[in-house]
């Protein structure tokens, strides 16, 4: 990913839209951190991955949300299996996004 958002356009872009250098470089850095706790609330998530339409805040939080699911968690049924936590995990930010 790095070598992707190596180019001078794209260190552009980032600064035009006030980004970090490799914007998706630390989304997913910050994915693999926020992978290392033991608890991350829904909001936790939203603030630093984002929830936006643009690929920058969707795709870092999908993949969280996905990883994040593999494993069994306490706020969702234990019968669910990973493609089902995901999808209750999805829905629930759902619920924190409308009003």
């Given amino acids: 990913m790095e070598e992707v958002e ?18 998706f470089c630390e989304r997913l850095h910050r994915v693999r951190d926020m992978m ?3 608890k991350v609330s829904i909001e936790e998530v939203i603030s630093e991955l984002g929830n936006g339409i643009a690929a ?6 999908a993949i ?3 990883l994040h699911c593999l494993q069994p968690r306490e706020c969702l049924p234990e019968k669910y299996g990973g493609l089902e ?5 999805s829905l629930a ?7």
């Avoid at 190596?6 to 490799?22: C, M, Q, V, W």
């Avoid at 930010?93 to 009003?99: A, G, H, K, L, V």
């Fill in 93 to 99: 930010w759902e619920e924190t996004r409308t009003p």
């Fill in 64 to 66: 969280f949300c996905v």
């Fill in 6 to 23: 190596d180019s001078e356009a794209t260190r552009s872009d980032a600064r035009i839209l006030k980004e970090a250098e490799k914007p």
């Fill in 36 to 38: 290392d706790r033991s």
């Fill in 85 to 89: 936590r995901t999808i209750a995990y």
């Fill in 56 to 61: 920058l805040h969707s795709v870092p939080t």
